[in-house]
């Protein structure tokens, strides 16, 4: 340790920021090779401080090359094979202070899913529950099509005002249907359409881009496409119910355009590819990522993990995805690699299973994920 605080090393500071930071432009200091990224913090706020007077002190995270500092200077070089001699350039990114809670929302039972409008919050139950609250926090409807768990669903057309009428919502139940279901702007919700063809419990739902086309699956482990437009294999129909007022809906029963079986256990994630509107990815228990060619009804390509998928989220311009696995580790995965593995990056510091997993609109390189441990983080994929 004495040898480590008597080598020094030469780094400068800059940031990808509009305004720089005081007192760091063009400077190059020495440092000792121990200094972790909380002497470097306080060293940067220190020089700022110094160059100006009204500097607030800020958290930031320090990034070399394409790695945040995570470990001394002295065990970043080591593991990256860095030149001593050089001058190592230091990137300050903005950190973030954990967010504080918005507003508190009490469902009647577990939550299955969560969406946010921009008018509206909607969360769906094991109860089989479809809930929307307002803005301030006001619920303003609730309601239940079947007694079944709502295990999945999709946001087909947000309100169209401030209230919530003319939301349009998929549920995918426990019971295998898939329901379409409408709100009024009293909150009165009648239904669409019933989507028939699952045998088991509907895990995941996904719309496209131009809303015409759904994607689903299950424990059936088929994935099963839609056509939500009208077709003339739908059939008009009212559902078989007690209640009197319901009977009386009419409402359309469709069957899959097509159905892939390629996967061997629970599709439990979906997602529509961002650049090519006739690909899609599941994610299963069968530890096996798939992309699908819809339109030829066809596997492109197959990414196997060491675990079952739990969840997965596609970058809507890199195309890259982070997977949720039933470890505590997510993953990132390239689905256009040609040479070598998939799997480009895991990330260590949950202590349960990864539960959910999703790319922010913050930048290009943060994404979140839940876990059973209770918590949930922010990542930068670099």
Not at 80 to 85: G, I, R, W
Not at 209 to 220: C, E, H
Not at 317 to 346: M, N, V
């Amino acid at each position: 340790m004495a040898e480590e605080e008597s080598r020094h090393i030469q780094v400068s500071f800059h940031s990808s920021a509009e305004k720089p930071i005081p007192g760091t432009e063009d400077a190059v200091i020495d440092v000792p090779i121990s200094a972790d990224w909380e002497k470097l913090n306080t060293l940067v706020n220190s020089l700022a401080t110094a160059a100006d007077d009204e500097w607030k002190e800020r958290r930031f995270e320090l990034l070399i090359g394409s790695t945040f500092l995570r470990s001394s200077l002295s065990e970043f070089i080591q593991e990256n094979h860095l030149d001593f001699e050089r001058v190592v350039k230091i990137e300050c990114v903005d950190g973030y202070d954990p967010p504080q809670p918005h507003l508190s929302l009490n469902g009647p039972d577990w939550i299955s899913s969560v969406h946010v409008t921009p008018s509206v919050y909607i969360a769906t139950g094991f109860d089989g529950s479809v809930t929307v609250w307002d803005k301030k926090g006001e619920k303003i409807s609730q309601h239940s099509r079947e007694e079944s768990a709502v295990k999945g669903a999709a946001v087909l057309q947000k309100p169209k005002g401030a209230g919530v009428g003319g939301l349009r919502l998929a549920t995918g139940l426990e019971n295998g249907s898939i329901w379409v279901q409408e709100w009024a702007a009293d909150g009165t919700v009648t239904a669409v359409a019933a989507l028939k063809g699952h045998a088991r419990s509907v895990e995941a739902v996904r719309v496209g881009v131009d809303g015409t086309r759904l994607i689903s699956g299950g424990f059936d482990a088929h994935v099963k496409v839609w056509n939500l437009t009208a077709d003339a294999s739908d059939v008009h129909d009212a559902p078989k119910a007690k209640n009197e007022k319901r009977a009386r809906e009419e409402f359309v029963t469709k069957t899959p355009m097509v159905t892939l079986a390629a996967h061997s256990d629970a599709i439990v994630a979906l997602e529509w590819s961002p650049h090519q509107k006739e690909r899609a990815f599941s994610a299963s228990w069968d530890h096996s990522l798939l992309q699908w060619d819809l339109e030829l009804a066809g596997e492109v390509s197959r990414i196997r993990a060491q675990r079952g998928f739990t969840s997965i989220s596609v970058h809507p311009s890199t195309g890259l995805i982070i997977g949720g696995l039933t470890d505590a580790c997510p993953r990132l995965y390239d689905p256009r690699s040609s040479e070598g593995s998939f799997l480009k990056q895991s990330f260590i510091g949950h202590k349960g299973w990864v539960t959910c997993v999703r790319w922010t609109e913050r930048d290009d390189h943060s994404f979140v994920s839940s876990s059973f441990d209770g918590t949930v983080k922010m990542w930068d994929s670099r």
